[in-house]
């Protein structure tokens, strides 16, 4: 297959200059940082913070679907899931049948999840201030746009 031939912008737009994937990836260590920063406090990584949230959310949840949400593989979930487990904050059990398998989290998960809500919104409230409200939407709103449109690229491959 050739390789994909680059758009220039019309004239008088401005052009993307360096790595958009290492663009990315800054931004979103600075980003980590800041939450880490917060959420830690309760004694959870940022990332620890989101799954423990989503399993008490939509649990009890079956791995694929938790998977399907997060937009990992299964494989990535089962890693992530093992310090949860391990902190007793959450359990797999067993589901609907015999091949199938619930996540859900335990009540020591539950009120671990409900004190690193309150380093989560300090650390939002932070995030927003510093970069300010309208350009916070303004970033969710691109951000969402390009989920979309990769979806849409993820689509057409399968």
Known sequence: MPAPKLTLPAPGLLAPKGCSSLKL??????????FDAEVGSAGLKTTQYSLLSHVVRLGPVRPGQLAAVLEMDASTLTRNLQPLIAQG????GPGDDARSRQVQATSAGRTKQAQARKAWQRAQQEFIERMGAERVARLHAVIDECLGLLQETVDADE
């Open 89 to 92: 904050w959450v359990q797999i």
């Open 25 to 34: 990836r800054q931004l979103s260590r600075r980003v980590s940082q800041l």
